[in-house]
């Protein structure tokens, strides 16, 4: 059925087999990624076929993913559709020099781009015969993963750091799965989890280590692509924490290309906070491995990840295959972006979701290159995931008794009294 | 270009031209409802033409809608995509003796069914040249058209009453409208609003008043009726506050059955809290009219409406014209519904969104005649609009500190200790 036909390690290059299945080359222990047999789709897929009409996204891209049993679909499926892209219309005057697109995957179930990837991961689960599923995640990806456990009707195992904002506790707790809070640093609870994963066996659906993830949030691409009629855009911006997501969007534009969907590659541009971006360290240094820097804290905090040394190395490939960048973003420039995209394009989003508007209006402030073409900016999850971010809700109601003097004052002063 | 050819008033019966634009009958005062060439359009239309990859809900359905410049809803749109209808497949074993459809309108940018109708709304808005426009909400409402003014270039004036839900101050705020929030029971800030429209001369963008919401909301049958291959489904469970997604859901019916897109009509069956039913009352008793009621308080504050007097009557027209009926829950079945949504079929509901549900997991508890056949139940808005609604969230994380053992220990006991 499905087009997949391996794994290959993504540190000794062997091919690995897809069953048994495994989380780790069993040569050298290096991650895994899926390949496809691209000749076969070459000759089979066409475009024309792919439109946006046809179910969910996993139904749309059946093709493109390594899915055995497509009668599980339904058991996992929220009702995923492809998510907009909208022209930014009213941005500041130094961006008029592009064509800004938004592609808001906040606009997903439960309010951000891991909804792409974890209906995938979960019917993989269900294909497996496993009966609980774990990760851990600062929010977006546990809330995720325990909406789509709750569905399929498997057991969703949460760790978390100490720190999880407000929305992301709610979305993940509201679907009961069991979930675990460690009192240390993200890097400790990361530790524990890989500990209980090894004793109790659930299904490992972190973004690393279970390759199916990387398969589901692929398809940003492909809806880039489909979105502006089959072209890629000239540049693709996206928030790099882990790094998962620029290496899907990487795959699936070259999978493209590949099969002949579409002709060019964009410039993959990889977004960090400033103040935690050893990606963005390693690029300006022409390095070729990416070193773990000291644990930082950003508003963007999805995506401040001080060691993403196996995703962070895929991440600069990406980016210099592609002749894009890798740029780090202020946290002032990342509010900002969050108070344009609300008061000025209509859209609320957590920070980690602005990180790539940032720096795309970095970009174009500064007259690079990037000025010109047709830009896409990955717009990440949702403001109701994060409602008490600092900074971005500035402004209260104004408080009045039920009396019409005083709302006449409110008004007249605010509307410039007529 | 549009096939809308006038206004028809809802008490008078009176025909009024659509120019100038008006709020209400010059004859009587009475509310407007927009009426088409429904001729014309049957012999125009047909539903191969109306599929989901054509743009917007706006760009899908505007054959179907009053709007004379199409090209003004590139300056509204947030890429609003047809919401997901999935099947309902983990309920309460009494509830499989229907195929149950969930028709999830959380599912949009700002996360609540208000969606549906605020593009159109703010799009006549610049049809007709205005600056502001305003409405008076619990915080669904004015989140969205907060948003959408935001995306146009508008300025919006919102007033709400003393308590709106956390996710619904945020994501109305997060906006920046001029918001003026009354100290006082809802319906004063009604009536302050009012004086304010009057003098100020926002555009008033209600649903009771505006005709344009209805017209908007109607959208929500076109995509069931589509859903389900162009046949309406035995019976559509919807909340009632006050009312007009029920008017507006059984006028899109109604239109589809005219134009010959389906041939039978759902029942419609209106659900409320049964601490708040004035709806409800009116239909148990067999009363033409609905008589205001002392407000009261639910966990469901959007549809918790004390006098919901004309739309109300309308409802009760719809309810019976089309078999239904109106039936009132208690607040430990919405909660119930709430937690069933989450934990059983992965969706995430703000109370007022389970409603619906609740309502059909009654009838059909009760073996009623709406055992069997297709049912749809409404799902309005996301749970992160409210995430402190009373006894929702029951449970928190477990809290270790970075130690195996303790992780362990958790793990054992929820894992049944393998």
Same mark, same amino acid.
């Given at each position: 059925?499905?087009?997949?036909?391996?794994?290959?390690?993504?540190?000794?290059?062997?091919?690995?087999?897809?069953?048994?299945?495994?989380?780790?080359?069993?040569?050298?222990?290096?991650?895994?990624?899926?390949?496809?047999?691209?000749?076969?789709?070459?000759?089979?897929?066409?475009?024309?076929?792919?439109?946006?009409?046809?179910?969910?996204?996993?139904?749309?891209?059946?093709?493109?993913?390594?899915?055995?049993?497509?009668?599980?679909?339904?058991?996992?499926?929220?009702?995923?559709?492809?998510?907009?892209?909208?022209?930014?219309?009213?941005?500041?005057?130094?961006?008029?020099?592009?064509?800004?697109?938004?592609?808001?995957?906040?606009?997903?179930?439960?309010?951000?781009?891991?909804?792409?990837?974890?209906?995938?991961?979960?019917?993989? *689960?269900?294909?497996? +015969?496993?009966? !609980? &599923?774990?990760?851990?995640? @600062?929010?977006? =990806? /546990? %809330?995720? #993963?325990?909406?789509? *456990?709750?569905?399929? +009707?498997?057991? !969703? &195992?949460?760790?978390?750091? @100490?720190?999880? =904002? /407000? %929305?992301? #506790?709610?979305?993940?707790?509201?679907?009961?799965?069991?979930?675990?809070?460690?009192?240390?640093?993200?890097?400790? =609870?990361?530790?524990?989890?890989?500990?209980?994963?090894?004793?109790?066996?659930?299904?490992?659906?972190?973004?690393?280590?279970?390759?199916?993830?990387?398969?589901?949030?692929?398809?940003?691409?492909?809806?880039?692509?489909?979105?502006?009629?089959?072209?890629?855009?000239?540049?693709?911006?996206?928030?790099?924490?882990?790094?998962?997501?620029?290496?899907?969007?990487?795959?699936?534009?070259?999978?493209?290309?590949?099969?002949?969907?579409?002709?060019?590659?964009?410039?993959?541009?990889?977004?960090?906070?400033?103040?935690?971006?050893?990606?963005?360290?390693?690029?300006?240094?022409?390095?070729?491995?990416?070193?773990?820097?000291?644990?930082?804290?950003?508003?963007?905090?999805?995506?401040?990840?001080?060691?993403?040394?196996?995703?962070?190395?895929?991440?600069?490939?990406?980016?210099?295959?592609?002749?894009?960048?890798?740029?780090?973003?202020?946290?002032?420039?990342?509010?900002?972006?969050?108070?344009?995209?609300?008061?000025?394009?209509?859209?609320?989003?957590?920070?980690?979701?602005?990180?790539?508007?940032?720096?795309?209006?970095?970009?174009?402030?500064?007259?690079?290159?990037?000025?010109?073409?047709?830009?896409?900016?990955?717009?990440?999850?949702?403001?109701?995931?994060?409602?008490?971010?600092?900074?971005?809700?500035?402004?209260?109601?104004?408080?009045?008794?039920?009396?019409?003097?005083?709302?006449?004052?409110?008004?007249?002063?605010?509307?410039?009294?007529?």
């Amino acid at each position: 059925m499905s087009y997949a036909i391996g794994l290959r390690c993504l540190s000794c290059r062997k091919a690995v087999s897809l069953s048994p299945f495994r989380y780790f080359c069993p040569h050298c222990g290096g991650f895994l990624d899926v390949e496809y047999d691209y000749e076969a789709m070459r000759r089979s897929l066409k475009p024309s076929a792919f439109d946006s009409s046809k179910g969910s996204i996993l139904e749309q891209w059946l093709e493109f993913l390594p899915i055995e049993s497509p009668g599980l679909i339904a058991r996992v499926t929220l009702g995923e559709s492809p998510t907009p892209m909208v022209r930014a219309t009213r941005l500041p005057p130094s961006a008029d020099t592009a064509q800004v697109w938004l592609k808001n995957d906040s606009h997903f179930p439960t309010c951000s781009l891991k909804d792409r990837s974890m209906p995938l991961t979960v019917l993989k *689960a269900l294909e497996l +015969g496993r009966n !609980a &599923v774990g990760i851990v995640s @600062s929010g977006n =990806a /546990s %809330g995720s #993963l325990a909406a789509y *456990a709750a569905r399929a +009707g498997l057991r !969703a &195992v949460v760790f978390m750091g @100490s720190k999880v =904002a /407000s %929305g992301k #506790l709610y979305k993940t707790m509201v679907y009961r799965p069991l979930a675990i809070q460690v009192q240390a640093p993200y890097s400790e =609870a990361e530790t524990l989890f890989q500990r209980a994963r090894d004793e109790f066996g659930f299904f490992d659906c972190n973004g690393l280590v279970n390759p199916y993830r990387i398969e589901g949030k692929k398809t940003f691409a492909y809806e880039v692509a489909r979105d502006l009629h089959w072209r890629a855009p000239d540049a693709v911006f996206m928030p790099a924490g882990y790094g998962n997501g620029v290496v899907a969007a990487w795959k699936g534009f070259k999978e493209l290309q590949r099969l002949g969907f579409i002709e060019n590659l964009p410039a993959i541009i990889a977004v960090q906070p400033a103040v935690c971006a050893p990606i963005v360290h390693a690029y300006d240094r022409g390095l070729a491995t990416v070193e773990a820097i000291a644990p930082a804290d950003s508003i963007a905090e999805a995506v401040c990840v001080n060691d993403p040394v196996i995703g962070g190395q895929r991440v600069l490939e990406a980016v210099r295959e592609s002749g894009g960048r890798a740029i780090g973003v202020g946290e002032g420039e990342i509010a900002q972006a969050v108070r344009i995209l609300a008061e000025r394009e209509g859209l609320a989003v957590e920070p980690t979701g602005a990180v790539a508007l940032a720096g795309l209006l970095r970009l174009l402030e500064e007259g690079s290159r990037w000025s010109g073409g047709i830009q896409v900016a990955s717009i990440t999850g949702h403001g109701l995931n994060d409602p008490d971010a600092g900074g971005v809700l500035v402004r209260h109601p104004i408080l009045v008794e039920a009396d019409y003097g005083a709302v006449q004052r409110a008004l007249r002063v605010a509307l410039g009294g007529r």
